[in-house]
């Protein structure tokens, strides 16, 4: 079984790439965020001509999330319980996360809040998103231990600070800080493995439209895949596709691919 995630910045724009990432790389499954749209501008058609059934859920024209398969699509869920909600003055539960069962695998795929900065509220949001998220994920555990869960997506949070081109220009940002790092940790702590680093190590997911980030090789790896124990096991590769954040309208991320042994 062949799954990834991609924060495609915006579906409409590149569903035509999306696509194509399906084919090139054989994918069962593919978990998208940053989609852009309402649900009823979500581009389904394409999908289902192609082969592939879709759970989406978009709002407006920021977050929005997806999850495209062939391998079935069962017991979709928006949203997680517990997830907080944001926004002045009637909070919401913003597009940012949604599960489906495909193949056998519980997928989320997950837009984690970036947090804009130290000082900012989205700060304070986007560290009890991850908390909350943490206590989630933990109980799903805790009910099965042999469950098969992937929570994939973007995380906004670069763990380590190999995982940025330059840590020094990184100080007092969001992102590197380490209320974030500790909150990914929480992740790990929680029973979850980074299934990607081990096959990508020095790797970047994000580069940035400006300053020329990507031809100056000046990325982040923020963009993740993390399994549960019993599914960990069974992963055999996992990579990057850097050739997809190349030419004309790409995504400023990359596709992370990973592979499960049927």
Not at 3 to 32: C, F, Y
Not at 85 to 100: F, L, N, Q, S, T
Not at 155 to 174: H, I, L, M, Y
Request: with cysteine; net charge negative.
């Amino acid at each position: 079984m062949r799954i990834a995630t991609w924060n495609v910045n915006s579906i409409r724009s590149r569903v035509d790439r999306a696509l194509g990432v399906l084919e090139r790389h054989d994918l069962d499954v593919l978990a998208l965020q940053e989609t852009k749209c309402k649900d009823v501008q979500f581009p389904l058609d394409r999908f289902t001509e192609a082969g592939y059934e879709v759970a989406f859920h978009g709002l407006d024209q920021w977050n929005g999330v997806a999850i495209v398969s062939r391998v079935g699509i069962e017991d979709v869920q928006i949203g997680f319980d517990g997830m907080p909600h944001w926004g002045e003055p009637d909070p919401v539960a913003e597009a940012r996360a949604i599960g489906a069962t495909c193949g056998g695998v519980r997928i989320w795929s997950l837009y984690i809040p970036n947090g804009r900065a130290l000082d900012n509220p989205h700060y304070a949001y986007k560290l009890d998103w991850l908390a909350s998220l943490r206590d989630t994920a933990a109980g799903w555990l805790a009910d099965d231990p042999q469950a098969q869960i992937c929570l994939m997506g973007d995380w906004n949070v670069a763990p380590r600070d190999e995982d940025v081109w330059d840590p020094g220009f990184f100080e007092g940002k969001t992102h590197v800080s380490g209320p974030e790092r500790a909150a990914f940790q929480a992740m790990i702590d929680a029973g979850y493995d980074d299934v990607v680093r081990p096959h990508t190590e020095g790797q970047y997911t994000y580069w940035d439209y400006t300053q020329l980030r990507f031809p100056k090789k000046q990325g982040m790896r923020i963009d993740f895949a993390l399994a549960s124990p019993a599914l960990a096991t069974r992963v055999t590769a996992a990579a990057i596709d850097r050739e997809e954040r190349k030419g004309k309208g790409a995504s400023d991320h990359a596709p992370v691919l990973v592979v499960i042994e049927d």
